[in-house]
Nanobody
Framework: VQLQASGGGLVQPGGSLRLSCVASGFASLDDYAIGWFRQAPGKEREGVSCHASSDGSAYYLDSVKGRFTVSSDKAKNMVYLQMNNLKPEDTAVYYC???????????????????????WGQGTQVTVSS
């Protein structure tokens, strides 16, 4: 099982980016919940969004609600994080991670808040600066 995040870059405040996470070695994306986590320099890692494609459940960190949207393409084993109205405080390395068998909105919150993951991918840098 491998995960690879991509799509990061430098963007001005108010701009948008779409991160992609490709999952390989999965029999089905429905078997896993995919989480987006980020870590800024000097700060603890935090769960930004966790999503189960099997039932569409999702959790969002309060600070990104209304700005970030997670989605999936099961045919491609891809999970996306659309980030709009980006702020300097969103600057961080973003990682995607997978957890086997988790579903449900409450569980997605638990996954994200407690970093319950089985597999991690490499990160992608997001920098929001003017």
């Amino acid at each position: 099982v491998q995960l690879q995040a991509s799509g990061g870059g430098l963007v001005q405040p108010g701009g948008s980016l779409r991160l992609s996470c490709v999952a390989s070695g999965f029999a089905s994306l429905d078997d896993y919940a995919i989480g987006w986590f980020r870590q800024a320099p000097g700060k603890e890692r935090e769960g930004v969004s966790c999503h189960a494609s099997s039932d569409g459940s999702a959790y969002y960190l309060d600070s990104v609600k209304g700005r970030f949207t997670v989605s999936s393409d099961k045919a491609k084993n891809m999970v996306y994080l659309q980030m709009n109205n980006l702020k300097p405080e969103d600057t961080a390395v973003y990682y995607c991670a997978a957890s086997l068998g988790l579903v449900g909105t409450q569980t997605m919150g638990i996954m994200c808040r407690n970093t319950i993951t089985d597999f991690w991918g490499q990160g992608t840098q997001v920098t929001v600066s003017s």
